[in-house]
């Protein structure tokens, strides 16, 4: 079978890319179920209709005015208007192009900001959806611009696809009409000729234009993520003092942005004087036709008048032909990013009508959990064990050898590979997630806070909570005289991920919010690890007096903050090597009492 070239293969795909992206942007034009839609659509659609009709009228009332003012022209008036009445027809005309046109947005704007909220909250809803390995892999900044530049896609496309392009041609066969019966075919064949060679020219150019339109939007892309990356690290930059190198790296994404946008200029340039040589060509071949009708006489000095205003009628939208076409062309591939992002499978689903999670005591299963998140490397391997209600139950254990997965996979960011994970019974795979992160409160290693208030921080963990609530909820985290002494109190913001707080205040933070949340399941996730020895001695006791009456599944690094705990599981590449007490573990001088051992040394040294 011959292969096509590669050139019109690309130009197959973005074409069948085009049609995907227009197939699932007309279910938010023509819904079902919600007719107020559908009647918009068609009455703007009638309201286009009607301003071309006039626009297309429009020059036959200029022609009469003309022929009415020349001397050598029949005193007779096309309606018996005279001149002045002509002239008001026109103007009225021209008015009422205008009106419809503006009715038009009118009448659709609400359609039109309907379908882009809709999709902006789709797509948004979706991100959240999807698991923690798509949002680990994917860099922030280049998604937000996908999301950015999707939506704005579906806007250009809907206005002006509907609004420009449609209405171009049926313009341009009205016309084509006009020019066929009131004159002849030799018009009309100069006209179409200029409108083909404008076609496509204009479409080889933009061709050609979009390729680099899509490194300029590659380049941006890049540079956009970096800049995110480097100001979301912004303390990172200054330990290392590598401002200089920060500002090196953006500028060199910048510099090839720079070159792709100076391309992108020089060729709109060639194209905007390509365009011009070809509709000034036709004007002139045209007119020069009309003058010499206009001079053997068998056509009038309005006659002129009027294959010259169609000539500019129709030059005007021409105009803005290759612009129209190359945002479309670049319209459908922003669309279709945002698309290929909506048809992202979330890795972890629901099943349907799956029930919510109902927790009578709190009772938490393992039960031979396995997992990997390459199929080379196992994380888990058939770990059991069982936390019972309202007991403390610690997981310890090196680097790498899993802890961290076990709190994600409790809270479902991730399904098991093998085995099960039940609370009080029922698998977390059988119900819904949105019940099962109700009922687990998390405190993280790092809490990341919202670029909002403290009040609305801590009410994030019930945001119907009072007043009297979140206050009561700071006092136990210890953090309310601090929030008190602040100039602003509950009203301070708190900065991009919570950088204006020291790192012991956004935990009592953390903890506050979690406390107003009340889970019945608590889980620690290495929650005093990143702080001082003081400060974590401080928040420790917060911490067990948090998990009084509930479930806690700890995991730590600091084996003396679970010295405590009702039991301690250690794990070490993936297994389960000891379970016990501390004093059990301490006894049996086994891998646990290691790193007990080690530990203790480590801070005697860090003490002297």
């Known amino acids: 079978m011959r292969r096509l070239p590669k050139t019109n293969r690309n130009l197959n795909n973005e074409q069948v890319q085009g049609m995907r992206v227009i197939r699932k942007v007309v279910p938010y034009l023509w819904p079902e179920g919600q007719p107020w839609v559908k009647q918009r659509v068609v009455l703007a659609m009638l309201a286009l209709f009607l301003a071309k009709l006039i626009a297309v009228g429009t020059p036959l009332l200029y022609k009469q005015a003309v022929d009415t003012l020349s001397p050598d022209q029949s005193a007779e008036t096309f ?122 020219f204009t479409f080889k150019v933009t061709e ?95 006659d002129f008048v009027m294959v010259n205003a169609y000539m500019i009628q129709i030059t005007m939208p021409l105009n803005f032909l ?82 961290s997965t076990i709190g994600r996979l409790l809270f479902r960011f991730y399904d098991v590979t093998r085995g099960a994970i039940r609370i009080d019974g029922q698998d977390l795979r059988d119900i819904s997630q949105e019940s099962l992160h109700k009922e687990i409160g ?26 009297d609530e979140i206050i009561a909820v700071a006092k136990a985290a210890k953090i309310h005289e601090f929030i008190e002494g602040l100039p602003q109190g509950y009203e301070t913001t708190v900065g991009e991920r919570g950088l204006k707080l020291s790192g012991g205040e956004k935990q009592r933070v953390g903890i506050a919010r979690t406390l107003l949340k009340n889970p019945p399941i608590l889980l620690l996730d290495e929650a005093t690890s990143a702080l001082d020895t003081d400060t974590e001695r401080e928040i420790q006791a917060e911490l067990k007096a948090m998990g009084e009456g509930r479930t806690v599944l700890t995991i730590a690094h600091r084996l003396s903050t679970i010295a405590e705990a009702d039991r301690i599981i250690v794990l070490e590449a993936g297994e389960i090597v000891e379970t016990g007490s501390h004093e059990e573990l301490v006894a049996r001088s086994g891998r646990y009492a290691q790193l007990w051992h080690r530990q203790q040394a480590e801070e005697e040294t860090n003490a002297a």
């Not at 991100?127 to 892999?137: A, E, K, P, W």
């Not at 939007?217 to 590598?242: C, H, M, P, R, W």
């Not at 190359?326 to 992002?341: K, N, S, T, Y």
């Not at 290693?445 to 007043?467: H, K, S, W």
């Open 79 to 200: 309606l018996a208007l005279g001149a002045v009445g002509l002239t008001l027809a026109y103007g009225m005309a021209r008015l009422m192009n205008v009106g419809f046109q503006q009715l038009r947005d009118v009448i659709f704007a609400r359609v039109g900001q309907r379908a882009l909220r809709q999709l902006a909250l789709e797509t948004f809803t979706h991100i959240h959806r999807l698991s923690l390995r798509y949002h680990i892999t994917r860099k922030t900044g280049g998604l937000s611009r996908i999301i950015e530049r999707g939506v704005k896609g579906v806007e250009f496309l809907l206005r002006f696809m509907l609004f420009s392009m449609g209405p171009l041609v049926l313009e341009l066969l009205m016309i084509a009409a006009v020019l066929f019966f009131l004159f002849d075919v030799w018009y009309l064949a100069v006209v179409a000729a200029v409108i083909a060679g404008y076609v496509w």
């Open 442 to 467: 998390v405190v993280p290693q790092d809490t990341v806070l919202f670029n909002d208030t403290i009040r609305y921080n801590i009410a994030y963990g019930r945001p119907d909570a009072t007043e």
């Open 208 to 302: 050609w234009r979009v390729k680099i339109r899509k490194v300029m939007n590659e380049q941006d892309t890049d540079a956009n993520q970096k800049a995110i990356d480097s100001l979301l690290n912004f303390e990172t930059v200054k330990y290392f003092g590598a401002e200089r190198m920060e500002a090196e790296r953006y500028d060199g994404a910048m510099a090839l942005y720079e070159n792709a946008a100076l391309r992108t200029s020089y060729s709109l340039a060639f194209l905007n004087f390509g365009q011009s040589v070809l509709i000034t060509g036709g004007l002139v071949a045209v007119m020069v036709m009309a003058a010499v009708g206009v001079q053997n006489g068998d056509l009038t000095v309005g």
């Open 322 to 403: 290759g612009t129209v076409y190359r945002e479309i062309r670049q319209a459908l591939i922003d669309m279709g990013d945002m698309f290929d992002l909506l048809e992202q499978p979330a890795e972890v689903k629901d099943k349907p009508d799956a029930p919510k999670l109902a927790v009578s005591g709190g009772e938490i299963v393992f039960d031979d959990v396995a997992f990997h998140y390459d199929a080379d490397r196992a994380i888990l391997k058939g770990i059991s064990f069982a936390a019972q209600p309202g007991e403390t139950v610690a997981i310890v254990g090196s680097s790498g050898s899993g802890k």
